[in-house]
């Protein structure tokens, strides 16, 4: 019945008020930037020239708060945050809510959430960090986070530090991943802090880079599931490292009495190094971009060049003049016309070309925690989670984010059926945000959304009001989607719940649950 009544309600909202749509002004783009493109743009715009191709338009206010909140903090704006965004008429506004949103706790919790899954923070089989280790874990990376430690400073620390996985959380580092042998840590080093896949590299040079993590002690304790992670001299014997060589083909001077770890760590993150700052610039301008300058992150090689090698040098250069700031480094991006195109490309022959080169914004599924996230925002809902591991080691609490899980191993069925990665290899491609039929069906016609929507505390008004207005439209519109409703969508919508009007509370939710299963709620864009 209910899925009845919601198709419906899709197919008046979205399919007969598309010619008036059409009609009217475009709510998701503006016809010019009001500020100067940047050095960025002007890289990006040189190179879409060359391909004689032309960049979207700017997206419009609607647009990019939308799309900055989802893409710095996770989270959907307020009805009150956005009704003072569009009302500001500063020409600096942009960038004003850019450094506002850098300074909040959900940034730090998101981005944690980001690096948990490149650094593979789970409890469970078959990383098996153990509930302890991964809390410690956690709440050193978004410390790290929180603090805006320098880059440089925070990998040395994940690939140097020695001592108990409980109690110095770095050492984790080398705790999560599925092969603990010196040649699994170099690749897992590899892919982490070089974006390449080692286990393709021919097997000496995986020997090469194997030797600089063949001295890692580990012990256990009397405390359940603790281990030190320690460096031991007595592993190996000073012969086999008189030949070792850097991934750059460089002589590494290893002694005997030195961790090798200290020597790979100063080698890395020197500023000429080729591997490590380019990484990371192209892992941020993908999470923000929707794919990287190389594609994909994590596997850079030499026949796998960048898209723009111009663009990708500058954001290596940047970063380095930064001090490995990555606060600064988003800032950077974000700031960018590139960053505020319009969703919609200007050239519709080539699109994949222009998407490769970054003619417009690229439309995706909200990743799975920030999805049910912005559902519960909506509706005051809660979530259940649920862990293989018992009480009281991953009790979560029902009104707990999803983006602050600190535990991989925590989780709930819908984040497990839309896509959250099970951060088993620390790979890009392990998160999955294709909508699926099931997905579908779920937001179409589940019994869980449909409590989480009648139940609501922030829809209560819209859901009991006899009649709906103008201006509790408005409410719905700006509480959902974060803008107000075109003329012509407020006319379909208004003459739907008209015309149900002795049925005021059903067709109400018929409209809530239609914009919640627009593509435009479901996706940035």
Known sequence: ?????????????????????????????????????????????????????????????????????????????????????????????????????????????????????????????????????????????????????????????????????????????????????PTGIAQTVALTFMGQRADKWPAERQEQLAAFFNKIGAKSTQEWKEEIIFFDPSKTNTESLAAVRFPDGSVARLESDADPRIVFADWLVRPENPYFTRAVANRYWCWLLGRGIVHEVDDLRPDNPPANPELLAYLERELRSAKYDLKQLLRLILNSHTYQLSSLPADTEHVELARANFAFYPVRRLDAEVLIDALNEITGGKEQYTSAIPEPFTFIPEDFRSISLPDGSISSPFLEMFGRPPRDTGLESERNNRLTAAQRLHLLNSSQLQRKLEGSTRLEHFLNASTVTRPELAGLYLTILSRYPADAEAEVALAYYQKNKTKSREAALDLAWALINSAEFLYRH
């Open 1 to 181: 019945m209910y899925l009845i009544r919601i198709l419906v309600a899709v197919m008046l909202l979205f399919s007969d008020s598309a010619s008036a749509v059409e009609a009217s002004p475009n709510p998701y783009e503006m016809p010019e930037f009001t500020t100067k493109p940047t050095a960025l743009d002007e890289l990006v715009w040189s190179r879409l020239e060359k391909l004689d191709l032309k960049p979207a338009r700017p997206c419009s206010d609607a647009v990019f708060l939308r799309r900055v909140y989802l893409d710095v903090i996770g989270t959907l704006p307020t009805v009150k945050e956005a009704t003072r965004f569009y009302a500001d008429r500063s020409p600096n506004k942009r960038a004003a809510l850019i450094d506002q949103l850098l300074a909040r706790d959900e940034y730090t919790d998101y981005w944690t959430m980001k690096w948990c899954d490149v650094l593979r923070v789970k409890a469970e089989f078959p990383i098996n960090l153990w509930p302890n280790a991964a809390q410690a874990y956690h709440r050193w990376i978004r410390t790290a986070i929180r603090d805006n430690l320098p880059y440089d400073q925070f990998a040395r620390a994940l690939l140097t530090s020695s001592g108990s996985n409980f109690r110095v959380a770095p050492v984790n580092f080398y705790r999560a991943m599925q092969n603990r042998e």
